[in-house]
T-cell receptor, first 113, second 116 residues
Framework: DAGVTQSPTHLIKTRGQQVTLRCSPK?????VSWYQQALGQGPQFIFQ???????QRGNFPDRFSGHQFPNYSSELNVNALLLGDSALYLC????????????FGSGTQLSVL | AQSVTQPDIHITVSEGASLELRCNYS??????LFWYVQSPGQGLQLLLK??????LVQGIKGFEAEFKRSQSSFNLRKPSVHWSDAAEYFC??????????????FGKGTLLTVNP
């Protein structure tokens, strides 16, 4: 049983570009959350998707957007990349009925030059 | 708004010694509390969680944590550290979103080094 899978594992972009990160949740999970982990920091909540809708959002600008597909997989899009967007982006999945555990993927390391 | 403070950025212990990692939280209601571990280049693995009930929580890999409401703390402990425990440890508090699922607020982490 595959856990949470994220792609790509590493990505290098330049300032001003756009990027799309992908996440497939653990089998049986229908809720996907995205977190940003800057170097030396704890993860910060970006947003959460359930039933193809954004259910809750953290303190991130509109340049960060997402999408959830009918198969529960999700994308994170970041427009107009800034140097400060360089970070590890983590995807976490869980069941809809308040499952008491988030399963995290290994993340996508984004470097903005 | 909820917040988590991990006062120790870096802790070094000898293999076989006991360990305590500190965590203080701020949250208006009864918190959901978690400890995660992260090895280099890896995602987060849940060690243990507290939702309600017994304030002493047992987790995986021999870890335990105690919830103390009066001190707003949720410290992680292990009686005897193994070299494989070297990693970064994150404390987190969870808030429900829409009465079902929830989001986590993490501390900045404590890096654990284990000396042979």
């Amino acid at each position: 049983d595959a856990g949470v899978t994220q792609s790509p594992t590493h990505l290098i972009k330049t300032r001003g570009q756009q990027v799309t990160l992908r996440c497939s949740p653990k089998s049986g999970h229908d809720t996907v959350s995205w977190y940003q982990q800057a170097l030396g920091q704890g993860p910060q909540f970006i947003f959460q998707y359930y039933e193809e809708e954004e259910r809750q959002r953290g303190n991130f600008p509109d340049r960060f957007s997402g999408h959830q597909f009918p198969n529960y997989s999700s994308e994170l899009n970041v427009n107009a990349l800034l140097l400060g967007d360089s970070a590890l982006y983590l995807c976490a999945s869980s069941g809809a009925r308040g499952e008491e555990k988030l399963f995290f993927g290994s993340g996508t390391q984004l470097s903005v030059l | 708004a909820q917040s988590v403070t991990q006062p120790d950025i870096h802790i070094t212990v000898s293999e076989g010694a006991s360990l305590e990692l500190r965590c203080n939280y701020s949250y208006g209601a009864t918190p959901y509390l978690f400890w995660y571990v992260q090895s280099p280049g890896q995602g987060l693995q849940l060690l243990l969680k507290y939702f309600s009930g017994d304030t002493l929580v047992q987790g995986i890999k021999g870890f335990e944590a105690e919830f103390k409401r009066s001190q707003s703390s949720f410290n992680l402990r292990k009686p005897s550290v193994h070299w494989s425990d070297a990693a970064e440890y994150f404390c987190a508090v969870g808030a429900e979103s829409g009465g079902s699922n929830y989001k986590l607020t993490f501390g900045k982490g404590t890096l654990l080094t284990v000396n042979p």
